[in-house]
Nanobody, 118 residues
Framework: QVQLVESGGGLVQPGGSLRLACVAS????????MGWYRQAPGKQRELVAR???????RHADSVKGRFTISRDNAKNTVYLQMNSLKPEDTAVYYC????????????WGQGTQVTVSS
């Protein structure tokens, strides 16, 4: 089993920045991808960004140039640096981890709220 604990959410004004962190523990040697989804009220959960064990990244078109995913393997931690935040970025952000070749989620964190509002 893998446990994921997120931190770093909060309230920020448009144009501001936040950094989310997700610490993994448990059977992490089985993982080959970690990343972030988000879910806004009334909308489906969507992939924001992911990073593989090899360091390959993918970002959603809606966040390219503004968000950056990174990882610190020594700390078993994945980060999501969010800059130039917009009101439409408001959502619950969920960390996830996967062990399969398709990079789909097998484990989820509890979620952290990000609210962008003036």
């Amino acid at each position: 089993q893998v446990q994921l604990v997120e931190s770093g959410g909060g309230l920020v004004q448009p144009g501001g920045s936040l950094r989310l962190a997700c610490v993994a523990s448990g059977t992490i040697v089985s993982l080959n991808v970690m990343g972030w989804y988000r879910q806004a009220p009334g909308k489906q959960r969507e992939l924001v960004a992911r990073i593989t064990n090899g360091g390959s990244t993918r970002h959603a078109d809606s966040v390219k140039g503004r968000f950056t995913i990174s990882r610190d393997n020594a700390k078993n931690t994945v980060y999501l640096q969010m800059n130039s935040l917009k009101p439409e970025d408001t959502a619950v952000y969920y960390c996830y981890a996967g062990a399969g070749l398709s990079y789909t989620p097998d484990y989820w964190g509890q979620g952290t709220q990000v609210t962008v509002s003036s």
